[in-house]
């Protein structure tokens, strides 16, 4: 059967009405475009140009700029750029507007200033937008100055770096030419998020459960790139089909010392010291645990450090057992350790101290596991009560985390939480009370 006329494609309207706004000016929705650029002048030196070079800019009044660990160095605007405390007030110059300012690379973390989370080497860069873009505050003008009409404006914003010759860029962003990212995301005014990497690069990306998946690791590491993708083939799909996944692509970055030895999460992304393998001589997955803060759809409240913390360890450990690349041995060698490593005793809401986040936490984490699937008679288990966590897109407590695993319990679970989390007493392996 053949049709009368040929359907047109939605698509097709969307267009043409897209261009007949442009060109009568009835705009609903005006563009505008953002380009950053990090100038790595000399990798000799600790600090980075950035550049923003703004257009079609009339629908902004001022932007609000505060920086997190370090003050820029001689910033400078186009428009007028006023310092009020903690904060810089941007009038941009319309319609065209440039900012421009250098920052410090280097930052320490952790208690011996040994390590860094940011780091400029002779030859390579890591680094992540919260350290060197501020965190920014846009007010429109009428008519786009509230949050519901600002959403109608639509931009266009790029991340570009300029780098020494034979260095290489990645980030969490797709590529869309030589060291030029396009940032992706739900506001309308974008600032660069998650890792950045740069320098010789050594990078592979595999897809697996739909998401592109792209190893780039620098400073003359030893590529294990085959049993990282092979660990994460067998693993990774188990973490989306816990979490789901809102993102087609996450970055993970390794490079070696002196960058902290641990992983630290960013958005689409996350870093992991070059020594790290795959799995941890307690059986855990540094890999799969940053891989499950990236995909965590929630951010925990004040006092949810210990479960979101413990169900990434937890999981690191539980999901390798599921794939099959864990023994029941080793599986309870993990929980051992959890242990014999984890602070007890302990009211684990206020506790952020690692040994009770990472050790006590996924040990209380696989009893409540335990009791749910005897509550149930194996009919549910802590993934409903994570899935159910996961419906949440704010920040979650305490509460609603004991909330949702007694909603699929089918049971109130306040002498466990009592018992375990409130007052951090040991659950036996082998039977949980
Ligand atoms: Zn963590």
């Known amino acids: 059967m053949s049709l009368p006329f040929k359907p047109v494609p939605s698509a097709f309207f969307l267009t043409f009405t897209s261009w007949f706004v442009l060109l009568t000016g009835v705009a609903q929705a005006e563009n505008f475009t953002v380009r950053y650029v990090v100038s790595v002048e000399d990798a000799a030196q600790p600090a980075v ?19 997190r660990n370090h003050k820029p160095l001689h910033i400078e605007a186009s428009g007028t750029l006023e310092e009020q405390g903690e904060r810089y007030i941007w009038r941009p110059q319309r319609p065209y507007a440039r900012l421009s300012y250098r920052i410090v690379v280097n930052a320490t973390r952790g208690a011996s200033q040994q ?8 030859d390579w860069m890591v680094s992540r937008g919260r350290q060197l873009f ?6 429109y003008r009428s008519p786009y100055d509230t949050v519901e009409s600002s959403r109608k404006l639509t931009a266009r914003a790029y991340l570009a770096f300029q780098v020494p010759r034979g260095w290489k860029c990645a980030t969490a962003y797709p590529g869309r030419a030589q060291n030029t990212f396009e940032l992706r995301g739900p506001r309308s005014f974008l600032t660069p998020r998650g890792w950045f990497v740069c320098g ?3 990078t592979e990306a595999r897809e697996i459960a739909g998401v592109r998946l792209e190893l780039a690791q620098v400073g003359g590491v030893a590529a294990e790139s085959e049993t990282i993708f092979a660990f994460l083939e067998a693993t990774f799909p188990l973490l989306t089909r816990l979490l789901g996944s809102k993102t087609d692509r996450i970055l993970i ?30 059986q855990t997955s540094p890999f799969l645990h940053e891989l499950f803060h990236v995909l965590q759809p929630f951010k925990p409240a004040g006092d949810a450090d210990w479960f979101v913390e413990g169900l990434a360890e937890f999981y690191s450990l539980e999901l390798q057992r599921r794939a099959g690349l864990l023994t029941q041995r080793r599986f309870l060698k993990g929980l051992r350790s959890f242990e014999r490593y984890g602070l007890w005793n302990v009211d684990l809401r206020t506790q952020r101290d690692n040994a009770a986040t990472n050790n006590t936490a996924p040990l209380v984490l696989y009893a409540l596991d335990q009791r749910i ?3 149930t008679a194996g009919k549910a288990r802590l993934d409903d009560a994570v899935r159910r966590l996961s419906q949440h897109d704010g920040r979650v407590d305490s509460a609603a985390f004991k909330s949702a695993a007694e909603a699929v319990a089918g049971a109130p679970l306040t002498r466990f939480f009592q018992r375990y989390v409130y007052a951090g007493q040991v659950p036996r392996l082998n039977r949980v009370d």
């Open 115 to 122: 390590r860094f989370d940011s780091y400029l080497a002779p």
């Open 49 to 67: 140009l950035v550049r923003w070079d703004l257009a079609g800019i009339d629908e902004i009044q001022d932007i609000s700029l505060r920086f």
């Open 373 to 375: 699937q005897r509550l």
């Open 134 to 139: 501020p965190l920014v505050a846009v007010r």
């Open 253 to 282: 970055v390794r490079a070696p010392d002196p960058m902290w030895h641990g992983g630290i999460s960013g958005e689409g992304s996350f870093f992991l010291h070059a020594r790290r393998g795959v799995r941890d001589p307690d």
């Open 200 to 202: 010789h690069l050594h």
